[in-house]
């Protein structure tokens, strides 16, 4: 296993969760990766290495915060995304 794959960003299964719940018929493959790149680029950068390491650490509602956040982003990135398009 590499340093790499021992590493996770907390934001990125909550921002896969935020576009799960705005997806749409329509929406491709493609624009959901951009969507998701673009929300997480926007968000602040919360490294792990064991999930329930990350859940003792959290303070009281942190986690909701960071969902609220992830949702945000998400939202943001998919207007940015569809204005941003190319043909």
Not at 20 to 35: A, C, F, G, I, W
Request: glycine content about 2%.
């Amino acid at each position: 296993m590499s340093l790499r794959d021992a590493i996770d960003n907390f934001y990125e299964p909550l921002v896969a969760e935020a576009i799960e719940e705005t997806r749409q018929n329509s929406d491709s493959q493609d624009y959901l990766e951009d969507v998701m790149c673009v929300a997480l680029n926007r968000l602040p950068a919360k490294y792990y290495r064991h999930s329930v390491d990350m859940m003792f650490y959290l303070a009281d509602g942190e986690l909701d915060t960071m969902k609220k956040n992830a949702l945000t982003a998400v939202r943001e990135a998919r207007e940015f995304v569809r204005s941003h398009q190319r043909d």
